[in-house]
Structures are given as structure tokens and as C-alpha cells.
Nanobody, 121 residues
Framework: QVHLVESGGGLVQTGGSLRLSCAISGRPSSDYAIGWFRQAPEKERENVAAINWSGSRTDYSDSVKGRFTISRDNSKNTVYLQMNSLKPEDTAVYYC??????????????WGQGTQVTVSS
């Protein structure tokens, strides 16, 4: 059985930084891409970032490009989201999800429970 556990969320002031981690246990598929998503209250879920299996390809939403960095350590089955220059509009529950394939365009498969990020103004 596959489990994803996000951690690293919290309360931070505008301009601050946080690093989220997504620890994956089990084996979703032979090689899998990972995505980070977020959902603010009363808003649609938003794609934030994605990374392919090897880490050679990443993609970001325009709203976080240049501020967030996704990375992964396959030896630790962990994916990270470094978030810098945080803004109040980044406040949301952040989720990670594995994808069915190795590319960032694969469908989402397994989800974590989420971690709250709150950015105060």
C-alpha cells in the first residue's frame, strides 16, 4: 500500500521561507513523477509544481515560478518543495501526489493528507 506524508508546513511571515517534504512509502509504480498542489479555502485545487522521475524536468505554475523549487531524492523516497519569498496568497493546504508514470504529464494517482501553510501579512 502506498502512503504519502507531507510535512514542513506552518506559519510564516510575508517574505519568509518554508521547505515542505513529501515522504513516500510503498511503491506506486516502477518510476513515478510527483506533483505538489495546493487548495485555499473556497478555491479550486491548484497545480503548484511537478518533477519527473529522474529530476531532470520540472514545471511550475506562473504564480510560484521563480520563488518555489521542487526537488527529489529517490534514495530517500522524498520530494521537497522549497518555498521562498512567501506571500499571503500562498496560504493553503499543500498536497503531494504521485503520478502514474515517469513524466510530469502523467495522471495523478496517490495523494497525501496535506500540510497547512499560512503566510501572515
Amino acid at each position: 500500500q502506498v502512503h504519502l506524508v507531507e510535512s514542513g508546513g506552518g506559519l510564516v511571515q510575508t517574505g519568509g521561507s518554508l521547505r515542505l517534504s513529501c515522504a513516500i512509502s510503498g511503491r506506486p509504480s516502477s518510476d513515478y513523477a510527483i506533483g505538489w498542489f495546493r487548495q485555499a479555502p473556497e478555491k479550486e485545487r491548484e497545480n503548484v509544481a511537478a518533477i519527473n522521475w529522474s529530476g531532470s524536468r520540472t514545471d511550475y505554475s506562473d504564480s510560484v515560478k521563480g520563488r518555489f523549487t521542487i526537488s527529489r531524492d529517490n534514495s530517500k523516497n522524498t520530494v521537497y518543495l522549497q518555498m521562498n519569498s512567501l506571500k499571503p496568497e500562498d496560504t493553503a493546504v499543500y498536497y503531494c501526489a504521485t503520478k502514474t508514470g515517469s513524466t510530469i504529464y502523467s495522471a495523478n494517482e496517490y495523494w497525501g493528507q496535506g500540510t497547512q501553510v499560512t503566510v501572515s501579512s
